[in-house]
């Protein structure tokens, strides 16, 4: 499926963040899948491959046939890929076109719709999917706890919601990335993002180095 513009979202008017604006460039868009085969050894999860990620998602997720998923923050199509090759139909949304552009290319398979949204406020219909992934956009967003309160909604009773994302260490590093000069990245604690999503029930949460992988089961009732 060919990218498609979601509702009137003027990039001006959203308070990005600079890791935010810097994926509105083609430049980035073109290197970030390389970056990102190997961002988990950098941040200290080493021997966890791209390979090895979708594996893990595969086994406490598991996708199936027919369903509905969200790729929020999709950058280059990491996770739309994995759920488009399970049989799931996808809407992969992120906020930067040229990421839109190099993800279709990467994943062009016709299971992927492509969407140029703000997920902090999607305008999507609320309980529409199966499952939401989110590949380190947490990190990202201007406000981690505003993407969360979306998420939630747009996930159905007894749907799920996986979470990838660079968890808070403490570590000087973090300290400097998160200043709005130099990033202006969030590192939250799990406990922090389990406070966010009250409606949601932690099924699966593992640490690997500074990376936390987590799924969250929306209550049915």
Known sequence: ???????????????????????????????????????????????????????????LCAPQPGERWLDAGTSAGFYAGVLARAGAEVLAADLSAPMLREAQRREPGPQVEWRQLNLEASGLPGGHFDGVTVGATLNETHDPARLLRELTRL??????????????????????????????LTFPDPAWVSRQVPELTLAAGLSVGAVRFERFVKDAS
């Open 1 to 59: 499926m060919n990218p498609m513009p979601g509702a009137t979202q003027h990039q001006e008017n959203l308070n990005l963040t600079l890791a935010q604006r810097s994926n509105l460039w083609p430049l980035t868009a073109r290197g970030y899948a390389s970056w990102r085969a190997g961002s988990l050894r950098l941040l200290g999860a080493r021997g966890y491959s791209l390979e090895r990620e979708a594996a893990l998602f595969r086994a």
């Open 155 to 184: 996930t159905r009773p007894g749907g799920q919601l996986w979470l990838m994302y660079v968890r808070r260490t403490a570590g000087p590093l973090q300290h400097l990335l998160a200043r709005p000069a130099l990033g202006g």
